[in-house]
């Protein structure tokens, strides 16, 4: 079993790594001729797609540990930094309900309560401001 330690790193180098993505420009999967006419059609992956597969498993494997929940919200408030388009505030607000729900579900004592709702409104201002 890993430790939170471990998932704690995996989320910094999986949060610098979105990061990188919000600058990225992912193809539409249409190629077109010098005349403007579709000529392949192709598989491609979003930025959305693969934001959530990063996140989904640890959040979804870290249901009892605070400090890794933490460290998530973190994460996406670095993220919601960094975000651009309406995928990126798609991807940050859908992980954040996921862990909002997951958190409701758990008994917490006061300080450890605190500590999610700060940075629960820091993320929530800066998904008001998008």
């Not at 992912?26 to 192709?42: H, K, L, N, Q, S």
């Not at 670095?78 to 859908?94: D, G, K, L, P």
Request: with cysteine.
């Amino acid at each position: 079993m890993n430790d939170p330690y471990s998932a704690i790193a995996c989320i910094d180098k999986l949060t610098a790594t979105i990061c990188d993505l919000t600058q990225k420009n992912f193809p539409e999967g249409i190629t077109y001729d010098e005349e403007g006419v579709e000529r392949v059609t192709y598989k491609t992956t979003s930025f959305e797609t693969l934001a959530n597969i990063a996140f989904d498993q640890i959040r979804q494997y870290s249901q009892s540990c605070l400090a890794v929940r933490l460290r998530q919200l973190e994460g996406l408030i670095r993220i919601a930094e960094q975000a651009n388009y309406a995928t990126h505030w798609s991807f940050v607000r859908h992980q954040k309900l996921m862990i909002e729900h997951g958190l409701e579900q758990q008994q917490l004592i006061d300080l450890d309560r605190k500590e999610v709702s700060i940075r629960l409104q820091a993320l929530s201002k800066l998904l008001d401001n998008a």
